[in-house]
């Protein structure tokens, strides 16, 4: 599928399972930079290196959206290292 948003930059919440995890490689695959988060650290590492295998551009951080200072350091440390971000995804609630 061609959903047209290659060379994008998105970001987000809760992207290591399920419909979150399934939006992160949806989302890489149409050529997208993607930042994820989600609270268990070595969940965060296992789907970085599982999506890197797979040629993907992802970084991941582990992080509770909750912790709002947190979530603001990531969303700002993200756009650095992307140099912006264009798409938004809120998976999770706090």
Request: charged share 20%; proline share 0%; aromatic share 4%.
């Amino acid at each position: 599928m061609d959903l047209g948003i290659k060379g994008l930059r998105a970001i987000v919440t809760g992207g290591t399972k399920g419909i979150g995890r399934a939006i992160v490689e949806t989302l890489a695959t149409e050529g997208c930079a993607v930042a994820f988060c989600a609270r268990n650290a070595e969940e965060v590492s296992g789907a970085v290196s599982a999506l890197k295998i797979k040629g993907m551009q992802v970084s991941g951080r582990a992080l509770d959206v909750a912790d709002a200072s947190a979530l603001q350091k990531w969303v700002h440390d993200v756009a650095t290292e992307f140099s912006g971000i264009d798409l938004v995804i809120a998976n999770v609630s706090a």
